[in-house]
């Protein structure tokens, strides 16, 4: 009957394809005028004071960490739930990599065990972080004003990664305000809330930090008057001052995105809408559900479940196998990342973040993005039902 419904899908609509052909009919297919025009929409949206568009959120990561001045020696910390990209960013500047465990409900960065961590290294002299990455998992805000706190106490920068989490907002602060970080950082793959193709974008309200992002997504090259080194030997002149790369988005990126942006809300308000029903019609089975904080609006990118394992640890790959054959596209978001063999290599192991380790052997990804039918949700609900009772 069901066609395979996967776990997310992007959304374009007729003026979504406009907005692009425009930019093929234009003079300019990159380095045009609709990039800014997208930066500044994005950044007025979040109520953030600067926005670098970039060719994907991980590229995005790997410039702010360059632009906080992480590099040899340095450790960057964040949380294992996450996607690689949140720690690979670190080795791309030379620094290392640790993780703090998730907390059992949020599923997101535990502020108590970020605490603890700190006091233990700060108590037996071993390295704090220079940078730390919170994961706003699943579009749920992580504790932003606690963990900025610790930032002041132990002095380490806050890096967002908000690749989830455009659209929501906790205590009505957005996601992306960078209220309480240095810069934030949003995806817009087709599976995130919304999409340019690929693409990404770091917020930041510090001008300084800003000037060298956007330095760093175009070869390290700057031709602004105010910020050369020496004398412009004439209307040619360019500088290269630092080592930077082509992290350029393209306008037909930013034409989609800023066509997309106009929907944030409807998205946002569908996935809720979506998450609050699949609450409804699960909270029967024997499943552990998303929590939201008080405070906390989600942007709901993804809505996971954990299945109760313990007495068959085999369930999870049964309840997986059986929805996949049944063309329900679950995903595991995520493996933990310390897990993965390039992290094993470095030396992380099996126990060394045991919530996050648990959490991977129980956690769901239902199909979730705004075109999702309630009957394409009634047919996920009932065979996970069926599975479960089995
Ligand atoms: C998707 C994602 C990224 C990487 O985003 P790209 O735009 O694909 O580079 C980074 N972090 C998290 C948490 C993500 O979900």
Redesign the pocket.
């Known amino acids: 009957m069901q066609k395979y419904i996967p776990y997310g899908r992007q959304d374009i609509s007729e003026a979504d394809i406009n907005a692009v052909v425009e930019v093929l009919r234009s003079d300019l297919l990159t380095q045009g005028p609709v990039v800014p025009a997208f930066e500044q929409a994005v950044a007025h949206k979040v109520d953030a004071r600067h926005a670098i568009a970039v060719n ?6 790997h410039i702010a960490c360059l632009a906080l001045g992480l590099g040899q020696g340095d450790w960057l910390w964040t949380t294992p739930n ?2 690689v ?2 720690a690979n960013c670190a080795r791309y500047c030379g620094a290392n990599v640790d993780f703090v465990d998730i907390d059992s409900q949020t599923w997101n960065l535990s502020v108590p065990a970020l605490a603890a961590k700190l006091q233990h290294h700060r108590n037996e002299g071993k390295p704090l972080p220079k940078v730390l990455v919170p ?1 706003h ?1 699943s579009g749920q805000p992580t504790e932003q004003e606690k963990i900025w706190e610790l930032a002041q106490e132990f002095g380490f920068k806050v890096l967002e ?1 908000a ?2 989490g455009i659209g929501a907002s906790s205590s009505g602060e957005p996601v992306g305000s960078c209220r309480w970080s240095a810069i934030t ?1 949003f ?3 087709p ?2 809330i919304i999409t340019s193709g ?3 974008m770091a917020l930041t309200n510090d001008e300084e930090l800003a000037c060298k992002m956007s330095i760093l997504r175009m070869h390290g090259i700057t031709r602004e008057l105010s910020r050369l080194e020496r004398e412009a030997s004439g209307p040619w002149y360019y500088e290269q001052q630092t080592l930077g790369f082509n992290y350029r988005m393209t306008d037909l990126q930013a034409a989609l995105g800023l066509s997309q942006l106009d929907r944030l809300e409807k998205y946002v308000i569908r996935r809720n809408q979506l998450a609050t029903r699949y609450d409804e019609l699960l909270k029967d089975l024997s499943l552990q559900q998303p929590t939201i904080q008080p405070d906390n609006r989600s942007s709901f ?1 993804l809505y996971v479940v954990r299945l109760p394992t313990r007495e068959n640890p085999n369930k999870h790959r049964q309840v997986f196998e059986a929805l996949r054959q049944a063309g329900i596209g679950v995903n595991l ?1 995520y493996m933990p990342v310390h897990l993965q063999p390039d992290y094993c290599r470095l030396g992380f192991s099996e126990g060394m973040f045991p919530e996050a380790e648990a959490y991977g052997k129980e956690a769901i990804s239902l199909p979730l993005f705004p075109k999702l039918t309630e009957d394409q949700q009634d047919c996920v609900v009932n065979h996970l039902q069926k599975l479960i009772n089995d």
């Open positions: 994907s959120a991980t590229s995005a990561l996450t996607f990209a949140s994961v998992f990664d690749s989830h950082v995806s817009f793959h599976v995130k690929e693409g990404g990118h978001h």
